[in-house]
């Protein structure tokens, strides 16, 4: 074919994915994209384009690289920068981002949004240096230090769930669920009693969590509920109550984007503490300081309660475990599995997580949030079935279960049946129309059984409602 025909082809591969795109179908995008990409592999437009169309996925790994692509192909790009710094930003680099926020603001001084955009996260890069200072210069007290949670009032005119005797019951959680549907407020004595008591139970867990199913007991694994509090009680309608003969385990990014986080991490962790046994919860990427200012579960606590509960949450949050391996045989984690071969269970088992996850490479963050960068044809996870395959022999295990992507029918299962992702967020950000799903395991197969569900109507506050401003400006 000649180059100009091949470029021809291209440029209607570009208009098939730019009309996948507006009707919000993005991995179809994606797919026409690489497609035309795989055409003319010259063109910044395109990756450009791919880069948005993986943000909106969440891919921000891949986004960066097609947006540095673009760049590389075209340094005068202005889009390119745009991309680059929102991939960034979701990434949590604020550095990086600030630098090409600049880099906009000075081609484009009359840019009111880029202008905007680069105040913003100017202000998080400062106020990010100020904290880095603070915690170097004193030893960090813990929220609860300072709490006098015996001497809150309960005012009289409180007619919502209380604690029995300052203890979760069966009654105060279906009282809870009822209140919460309802939109009303758990009072600050209880959330606060409910917040240190579940970092009491999550800080005496290991980091990696080991769990043993008899031949006639089944768990259910959920993947990211991601503040739709709604579509958790649906969950619990379709798949009954947590109770000691119907365990659950939540594979993290309970909160952030939903406008519900507040109401679904209080629930989810008040089942923790009613079943410590039989209720497990892991860490997601959403469960760190970084995102939670970005993506909005640092807003809406804050417009629900205060910033001292947010600092708390923050605290709980560093405790909960990174992994749950099922009878020696089935490992579940947030992400993803590593770049590196090698990685053993002990090397999860010794992880010190008490702490905000490091920026990349390192075990504690891949768990969290997968080693993903772009391959060859940028549609695939880093980590392939190769690795999948030896990762699993070396650890005597049948194979992962992970989540932190979205799934259109809710799962997806890769690399030969070894490779599993449950997301249990339906029609995510009221706008990607995908299925959610969970996964019911037996101990006398350790067989996945998918169940699918979707989305069910919820009171009308927008997804993002509490997010940081920069994320709800639009992306040029």
């Not at 091949?6 to 797919?31: G, H, W």
């Not at 963050?365 to 695939?380: F, H, Y």
Request: a neutral charge; charged letters at 25%; hydrophobic letters at 35%.
């Amino acid at each position: 074919m000649a180059e100009e025909e091949r470029n021809a082809s291209a440029e209607k591969l570009k208009e098939k994915a730019n009309n996948y795109f507006k009707d919000k179908d993005y991995e179809n995008a994606i797919k026409y994209y690489t497609e035309a990409l795989e055409l003319n592999p010259s063109n910044a437009i395109y990756y450009s384009n791919r880069s948005l169309a993986y943000l909106r996925t969440e891919c921000y790994g891949y986004a960066l690289g097609d947006a540095t692509r673009a760049l590389e192909l075209d340094k005068n790009y202005i889009k390119g920068y745009y991309r680059r710094a929102t991939s960034n930003m979701a990434l949590g680099k604020f550095k990086a981002a600030l630098k090409d926020y600049e880099t906009v603001v000075r081609v484009r001084p009359n840019d009111k949004d880029a202008k905007m955009k680069y105040q913003e996260c100017n202000k998080i890069v400062k106020q990010k240096a100020f904290e880095r200072a603070i915690a170097s210069d004193e030893l960090k007290r813990s929220v609860v230090d300072s709490l006098d949670i015996e001497n809150m009032t309960i005012e009289d005119d409180y007619a919502g769930p209380k604690l029995e005797d300052g203890k979760v019951t069966l009654k105060f959680m279906k009282d809870l669920m009822a209140w919460f549907k309802d939109q009303k407020k758990l009072h600050r004595k209880c959330a606060y009693q409910m917040l240190v008591q579940v970092k009491e139970v999550l800080s005496k867990l290991p980091s990696l969590v080991e769990i043993s199913l008899k031949e006639t007991e089944e768990i259910t694994i959920c993947g990211d509920t991601h503040g739709q509090y709604y579509d958790l009680l649906n969950i619990f309608e379709l798949n009954g109550l947590p109770s000691i003969t119907n365990p659950y385990l939540f594979n993290g990014d309970f909160v952030d984007r939903g406008s519900f986080s507040v109401e679904v991490i209080l629930t989810l962790f008040g089942f923790k503490l009613l079943y410590p046994e039989h209720f497990h919860l892991l860490r997601g990427n959403h469960e760190t300081d970084n995102m939670n200012q970005m993506y909005g579960f640092e807003g809406e606590v804050k417009a629900k309660y205060t910033a001292q509960m947010f600092q708390l949450f923050s605290e709980v949050f560093q405790w909960l475990p990174l992994a749950q391996c099922i009878n020696s045989k089935v490992l579940v984690m947030h992400g993803g599995l590593f770049s590196e071969d090698g990685v053993t269970l002990d090397d999860i088992r010794k992880i010190d997580r008490n702490r905000q996850p490091p920026d990349s490479g390192k075990t504690m963050c891949v768990l969290l949030q997968d080693g993903r960068s772009v391959s060859k044809r940028g549609v695939s996870c880093q980590f392939g079935p190769d690795v999948t395959e030896r990762f699993l022999e070396q650890n005597k295990l049948q194979y992962i279960v992970r989540s932190h992507e979205v799934k259109a029918e809710g799962y997806e299962v890769t690399h030969s049946g070894k490779c599993i992702t449950v997301f249990s967020a339906p029609n995510y950000c009221d706008q990607m129309g995908n299925k959610g799903a969970y996964i019911h395991l037996r101990g006398s197969d350790l067989k996945p059984e998918f169940h699918q569900f979707t989305a069910v109507p919820h009171p009308d506050v927008k997804p993002m409602a509490y997010a940081n401003s920069l994320m709800q400006l639009g992306m040029m």
